[in-house]
């Protein structure tokens, strides 16, 4: 039973280098979710996707870009990486809100430095 | 412009005492409300919740009230164990609406033995 499962779990990038964080989900959700936490600021959401084939742009997408080719899966890239981007990182996954009694899963996070 | 606000960052109580966790919204539109807890190294888990029609919901040592006219929602847990101690974000979102779920900053509860 793997529900939200986040690849890396850790990682060190130097400025100006690029990665993807992988994001999967078994759970059959329609909505997944990228979002990052700093401290004293909470969770911030970069990007989300309603469905397969689409994505929006969350509170803080600049310098990050997404897809969700399968409806399990939610990649967030980064292109060229910026100290300010060294977060932890929560990918979350959800039924659609419009039904009962549904709330958000989370995987367990992915600690990106970036020097 | 932050629409979730807890607007302490930290909490402390002891063991068997009553913790209350505050988070006020600004967003009249917000219906679903969520409180998760984060433990460290660790995803947020889902809590409790409360929809908009209720006012109070109640699931074991975990409670929360719902006052839609002060913007206001609150976590009760009664009694407080050490295990509890953890950082508490309250969400919010709207049904059919936006469809993004909306966090407060969070307040680090610790339980004292």
């Known amino acids: 039973n793997a529900g939200v499962t986040q690849t890396p779990k850790f990682r060190v990038l130097k400025t100006g280098q690029s990665m993807t964080l992988l994001c999967a989900q078994d759970?059959?959700?329609?909505?997944m979710y990228w979002y990052r936490q700093d401290p004293g600021m909470g969770l911030r959401l970069i990007h989300y996707?309603?469905?397969?084939?689409?994505?929006a742009k969350g509170e803080v997408p600049d310098g990050y870009n997404v897809s969700r080719l399968k409806k399990q899966n939610f990649l967030l890239g980064l292109e060229s990486a910026a100290p300010s981007q060294t977060s932890v990182y929560f990918c979350?996954?959800?039924?659609?809100?419009?039904?009962?009694?549904?709330?958000?899963?989370f995987g367990q996070g992915t600690r990106l430095t970036v020097v | 412009d932050q629409q979730v606000k807890q607007n302490s960052p930290s909490l402390s109580v002891q063991e068997g005492r009553i913790s209350i966790l505050n988070c006020d919204y600004t967003?009249?539109?917000?219906?679903?409300f969520l409180w998760y807890k984060k433990y460290p190294a660790e995803g947020p888990t889902f809590l409790i919740s409360?929809?908009?029609?209720?006012d109070k919901n109640e699931d074991g040592r975990f409670t929360v009230f719902l006052n839609k006219s002060a913007k206001h929602l609150s976590l009760h847990i009664v009694p407080s164990q050490p295990g509890d101690s953890a950082v508490y974000f309250c969400?919010?979102?709207?049904?059919?609406?936006?469809?993004?779920?909306?966090f407060g900053k969070g307040t680090k509860l610790t339980v004292n033995p």
């Open positions: 979350a996954s959800s039924p659609p809100f419009r039904q009962k009694n549904t709330e958000a899963f």
């Open positions: 759970m059959n959700h329609e909505y």
């Open positions: 996707s309603v469905g397969e084939g689409t994505t």
């Open positions: 967003n009249s539109m917000f219906d679903y």
């Open positions: 409360i929809s908009s029609i209720k």
């Open positions: 969400a919010a979102e709207r049904k059919g609406g936006s469809e993004k779920l909306v």
